[in-house]
T-cell receptor, first 116, second 114 residues
Framework: AQSVTQLGSHVSVSEGALVLLRCNYS??????LFWYVQYPNQGLQLLLK??????LVKGINGFEAEFKKSETSFHLTKPSAHMSDAAEYFCAVSDQRGTSYGKLTFGQGTILTVHP | DAGVIQSPRHEVTEMGQEVTLRCKPI?????LFWYRQTMMRGLELLIYFNNNVPIDDSGMPEDRFSAKMPNASFSTLKIQPSEPRDSAVYFCASNGVVQDTEAFFGQGTRLTVV
């Protein structure tokens, strides 16, 4: 079984500041890890994914995440926050292969607020 | 591609009524997933299909919930009878069999049972 813990249900930053959203996972097999973003009244959009290739993964909108096996972490960062980054962010894990990449276990989500 | 299409976007129904949510996956995808999002429980997988066959329905909360996938381009999630605690946003997602692909989510159906 796998699980995901997102530290901090709410994170608030100023525009231009560093964004750091924390995610720790638990998985009995090498995991595939994902970050999704959800804007109000919208579906989930993939930001980036780790699938056992490079440990530093770059995604859309300037976000990146680093897979650290020793720390079982997959924290999401962005050097400079923009007002449009305000949304809810979900970390998710899958230990499936082949046809079941979409069988995901999600964290509880982190709401990011960006102040002018 | 239009993406994963769900209908309706919003549904308000009275307790005890039957509710049917619909999903059209991305063409060519052969895995389909139904998720439910609530404040209390977050995002949880209800059921998923591969090649139209239900693979794992362990997340379906109770017998009032049922899901079907009669063909590769259509799936339904039915609640009968509905209860106020079923109020949530229901998402459908799909993905293909190509290595290292992710799940693509629809816009969701917001269900309110009064």
């Amino acid at each position: 079984a796998q699980s995901v813990t997102q530290l901090g249900s709410h994170v608030s930053v100023s525009e231009g500041a560093l964004v750091l959203l924390r995610c720790n996972y638990s998985s009995s097999v090498p995991p595939y890890l994902f970050w999704y973003v959800q804007y109000p009244n919208q579906g989930l959009q993939l930001l980036l994914k780790y699938t056992s290739a490079a440990t530093l993964v770059k995604g859309i909108n300037g976000f990146e995440a680093e897979f650290k096996k020793s720390e079982t972490s997959f924290h999401l960062t962005k050097p400079s926050a923009h007002m449009s980054d305000a949304a809810e962010y979900f970390c998710a894990v899958s230990d499936q292969r082949g046809t079941s990449y979409g069988k995901l276990t999600f964290g509880q989500g982190t709401i990011l607020t960006v102040h002018p | 591609d239009a993406g994963v299409i769900q209908s309706p976007r919003h549904e308000v129904t009275e307790m005890g009524q039957e509710v049917t949510l619909r999903c059209k996956p991305i063409s060519g995808h052969n895995s389909l997933f139904w998720y439910r999002q609530t404040m209390m429980r977050g995002l949880e997988l209800l059921i998923y299909f591969n090649n139209n066959v239900p693979i794992d329905d362990s997340g379906m909360p109770e017998d009032r919930f049922s899901a079907k996938m009669p063909n590769a381009s259509f799936s339904t999630l039915k609640i009968q009878p509905s209860e106020p605690r079923d109020s949530a946003v229901y998402f459908c997602a799909s993905n293909g069999v190509v290595q290292d692909t992710e799940a693509f989510f629809g816009q969701g159906t917001r269900l309110t049972v009064v």
